[in-house]
């Protein structure tokens, strides 16, 4: 899989969060939403929803090319990075984790950011 994330360098005891659409372009690149969370001990988190990644709306369908406006994802594809900028593996050795149900994903944040 290819980790739709962009690490940012931060200064270190430094936090933040960024949330970027990116519209449909195309066949090239569909819609999706990502939030890129950058917490103080240097690792990041990226959550991305959207057509053409691994996650569903609030129907528990997959996500065509469009997000309606009043749509929500049930699941979301998730990668970690490290403070160095790599990408942490998952359990199988994949470094990006789909069809994250949210009761998983908080509990996946309060780990990257507690480690």
């Given amino acids: 899989m290819t980790p739709m994330v962009t690490h940012i360098a931060l200064p270190v005891n430094c936090g933040s969060i960024?949330?970027?659409?990116?519209p449909v372009q195309g066949r090239i690149v569909p819609e999706h939403n990502q939030i890129v969370i950058a917490f103080p001990n240097g690792y990041g988190i990226s959550i991305v929803y959207g057509a053409q990644v691994y996650s569903s709306n609030s129907h528990g369908s997959r996500f065509e090319k469009e997000i309606p406006e009043n749509e929500a994802a049930s699941t979301v594809e998730i990668a970690i990075t490290a403070p160095d900028g790599q990408f942490v593996p998952f359990k199988d050795g994949e470094t990006v984790k789909g069809f994250v149900p949210l009761t998983e994903l908080l509990t996946i944040i309060n780990w990257v950011s507690t480690r």
Avoid: E, V
């Avoid at 960024?18 to 990116?22: D, V, Y």
């Fill in 18 to 22: 960024r949330i970027k659409h990116t």
